[in-house]
């Protein structure tokens, strides 16, 4: 499934050529694959692009020459020889910006000996991935198709029932479900996660039976055309003690109130504040130890943080995810999260699992 238009793609060189000139870079090295993916359309292991205001390159290896032709657009496409980091230096002038986030020391080092004179190296930080944090219309319905995939998964999670299966049983069977439905994997290793082992906020599935009369954590996502959904849902496996179902809505109410903070103009760190303070004034503020949210898209953790030290106002077109939780040590933890593209006004919410308290016994 391909449902990003190419005309969409070459659009982002444009904005980055602006962003380059902000940085007053003569070019950009572009190394860091998925920022390479989210440029050209290319999927392969080994590329790169060098971008000037008047040339776009894109460069590979022999063993994907081929590939690059099919899929990348709007940029002239080269073979790199064997000495790669070499012939990248060389194409460099001026000003050369590169992703210092991306190189290692030792390929800086190659890059600088192979540099021709007058070209200097210019740590550009991360002008790809800023571009990358506000959405366009392809890559949320890319976004949004995920989502529904996961969703789909935990439709069957509460046919199937969960008590008497395995935490890991019950993991890879989503994951199996969301592939033969579409989806590229999973966008990260499900976390499922019962009783007392709901409270490890990141609980790697384990062979033991789910029981009956628990919460179960189940946190997972899709990966659809490179892009990532991201969702969490607490269910019930039957009747559960008064402290447990009374945290669980302190957790939905404060996801509820959080998610209407979310528009376009509002402070990250308010947002976050919004559950914080009402996870706090219940007197679960200490178990709330995570930020609120994260942003999500070809990585399903990037930029913008929603979290009380984050800096900075929410934009339209932000892909974020909503998701306090209460973790109490020893007994169970609530989680409940929904991935959102901010907007003027209400947001767009791409999960749709209910958010009640489901018995999947």
């Not at 002038?93 to 290692?104: I, K, L, M, P």
């Not at 395995?166 to 019950?170: G, K, L, N, P």
């Given at each position: 499934m391909n449902v990003q238009a190419p005309a969409s793609v070459e659009a982002r060189t444009d904005r980055l050529v602006a962003r380059m000139a902000e940085q007053e870079l003569d070019c950009l090295l572009?190394?860091?694959?998925?920022?390479?993916?989210?440029?050209?359309?290319?999927?392969?292991t080994n590329g790169a692009c060098i971008v000037t205001p008047d040339a776009r390159l894109f460069l590979t290896d022999f063993r994907y020459v081929e590939q690059a032709a099919e899929q990348v657009r709007g940029y002239e496409r080269l073979e790199l020889g064997r000495d790669m980091l070499g012939d990248l230096a060389g194409r460099l002038?001026?000003?050369?910006?590169?992703?210092?986030?991306?190189?290692?020391v030792a390929q800086h080092a190659k890059l600088s000996e192979s540099l021709s004179e007058g070209t200097e190296l210019i740590r550009a930080g991360t002008p790809v991935e800023s571009l990358r944090e506000v959405k366009d219309p392809a890559e949320v319905a890319a976004m949004r198709a995920a989502a529904a995939l996961a969703d789909a998964a935990y439709r069957d999670m509460q046919e199937r029932g969960l008590a008497g299966r395995?935490?890991?049983?019950?993991a890879m069977t989503a994951v199996r479900l969301m592939e033969d439905m579409g989806a590229d994997g999973p966008s990260f290793p499900p976390i499922v996660a019962s009783g007392p082992a709901g409270a490890l906020p990141h609980a790697v599935p384990r062979d033991v039976e789910i029981p009956s009369g628990v919460l179960v954590v189940v946190d997972m996502g899709a990966r659809l055309d490179g892009y990532c959904s991201d969702c969490t849902r607490t269910f019930a496996t039957g009747p559960v003690a008064d402290a447990a179902l009374e945290v669980y809505e302190l957790v939905r109410n404060a996801q509820a109130e959080a998610l209407a903070a979310v528009r376009a103009g509002a402070e990250a760190a308010a947002v976050d504040g919004v559950a914080r303070a009402?996870?706090?004034?219940?007197?679960?503020?200490?178990?709330?130890?995570?930020g609120l949210g994260h942003g999500v898209g070809l990585e399903v953790h990037e930029a913008p943080r929603v979290a009380k030290t984050?800096?900075?106002?929410?934009?339209?077109?932000?892909?974020?995810t909503v998701e306090p939780g209460v973790y109490v040590p020893g007994e169970f933890g609530v989680r409940i999260e929904d991935l959102v593209i901010v907007a003027d006004g209400e947001p767009d919410v791409l999960t749709g699992f209910p958010k009640e308290l489901v018995t999947a016994g």
């Open positions: 572009v190394t860091n694959l998925l920022n390479v993916r989210y440029l050209t359309g290319f999927t392969g002038h001026g000003r050369a910006g590169f992703e210092d986030s991306n190189v290692t395995t935490e890991r049983e019950v009402i996870i706090d004034a219940a007197g679960h503020g200490e178990r709330f130890g995570h984050a800096t900075g106002e929410l934009r339209a077109g932000h892909a974020v």
